[in-house]
């Protein structure tokens, strides 16, 4: 930013003062009125330019016929991003020019079942997917584990449950223990690093919450699933609750995460790097941006980012470097209603306008020191020239 500023800056004096004694000794003269000037020139040329940088975020479409993807997970590794599939059994990675490669096709999975959550376990070089078949087809739940490289399938362990359930979404924890949220049946099913699965957590926590039965997701309970290492838990949100819940990973006791405002719908949760916890709203096209500073006993919504009202259907949320976030529009209702074809996906850069004007005073104050250096270069090399010109008088 401003270093591409500061050489228009050095041209405009050029331009108005085409003697350079001359211009050294008004510079010197009135230096402290022109820092001024510059300063209001600078704050004029630059606001437009930084509310640009804040619109123009990165957008990567992509092609597939009918790919219709749920869940996204991003491969820090090799810098891709990993999508799964409503039918089509396939695991797909996306680069940021949306190249669209198939890494995994499972054809000994059930026809027609949807590659739902995803996760990279990079410490065991290997991809977790949550297998689900939606009605009609007969009933399916099960964690499926690729290696990252081959794309050989490790495991497939069935989740057990008595009654209709919904495998959801997957998190991972430091120990390459999965943890997968069921929708329907409000539990998390653990399944450890050799494929083992079992019922983990099936509190009553999850339970005591209200429901409105008259909204289209009431059937949707726990859903997104995000493990912070920091403390040894998991934060599941609740789509029919709007609720939040942090799980031990050690005892699987739950707390309800008490938040200044419920959420309407929320879906995927994501944990940034710097801490702030990212989750997306499909029905409302909402991302919400939660801090909390104790641990999750409590939290606040600090931004609201309105994703646009297209039918895009964002379910899920990935956090990318220090604070990067990136939101799949998949077209999830689209697909399973079933009624068009569809080629075209993307995912999305989103930028919170409130953390991009806490840049912008950043911007400002480089802009300042840049100012100030420039005015002690100046301010210098017109006593050299001052100097100079007592020599040869
Ligand atoms: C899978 O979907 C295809 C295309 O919609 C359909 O023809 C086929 O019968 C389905 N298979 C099962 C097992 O439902």
């Known amino acids: ?50 509310k640009v940088l804040a619109r123009n975020s990165h957008v990567i479409n992509f092609r597939s ?29 996306i680069s940021d020019a949306g190249i669209v490669e198939t890494l995994i096709t499972d054809t000994s999975l059930p026809e027609n079942v949807t590659v739902l959550g995803l996760t990279v376990d990079s410490r065991n070089n290997r991809i977790l997917a949550v297998i689900h078949a939606l009605q009609p087809l007969p009933p399916f739940n099960a964690l499926a584990a690729y290696d990252l490289n081959s794309g050989n399938r490790l495991f497939l362990s069935i989740l057990p449950s008595d009654e209709p359930a919904l495998a959801n979404d997957v998190a991972v924890d430091s120990n390459g223990n999965a943890y997968v949220t069921n929708s329907i049946g409000n539990f998390i099913w653990k399944i450890n690093d050799k494929g083992e699965a079992s019922i983990f957590s099936k509190s009553r926590r999850f339970t005591e919450h209200p429901v409105d039965r008259d909204t289209p997701y009431s059937l949707f309970g726990l859903n997104g699933i995000a493990y912070v290492s920091s403390g040894g838990y998991l934060l599941v949100t609740q789509s029919n609750t709007g609720k939040i819940f942090k799980v031990d990973v050690d005892d699987g006791t739950v707390r309800h995460v008490l938040l200044n405002k419920d959420l309407t719908c929320p879906d995927g949760v994501v944990l940034r790097s710097d801490g702030v916890v990212l989750v997306v709203s499909p029905e409302i096209n909402k991302l919400w941006l939660l801090k909390s500073n104790n641990g999750w006993g409590e939290g606040v919504v ?52 409130k953390e991009s004007e806490d840049e912008n005073i950043w911007i400002y104050v480089m802009i300042g ?11 210098q090399m017109g006593q050299l020239v001052k100097n100079m010109n007592k020599k040869t008088n």
């Open 302 to 353: 600090y931004d609201e980012i309105d994703l646009g009202d297209d039918e895009g259907c964002p379910t899920s949320v990935v956090a990318r470097e220090r604070d990067k976030m990136y939101v799949l529009f998949g077209y999830m209702r689209e697909g399973i209603l079933g009624k068009v074809e569809r080629e075209n996906f993307r995912i999305e850069e989103i930028k919170s306008p």
């Open 369 to 379: 020191f840049g100012l100030v250096y420039f005015l002690y270069w100046r301010f």
């Open 1 to 50: 930013m401003s270093c591409n500023l500061s050489p228009n800056i050095e041209q405009s004096f050029k331009s108005k003062n085409k003697n350079p004694v001359n211009r050294n000794l008004t510079m010197s003269i009135h230096s402290s009125k022109h820092s001024l000037i510059i300063f209001f020139i600078l704050i004029q040329i630059s606001s437009p330019i930084i």
């Open 65 to 93: 016929p009918n790919l219709y993807p749920e869940s996204l997970a991003w491969d820090s590794k090799k810098q891709h991003y990993l999508v799964g599939s409503l039918h089509h059994r396939t695991i797909s990675s």
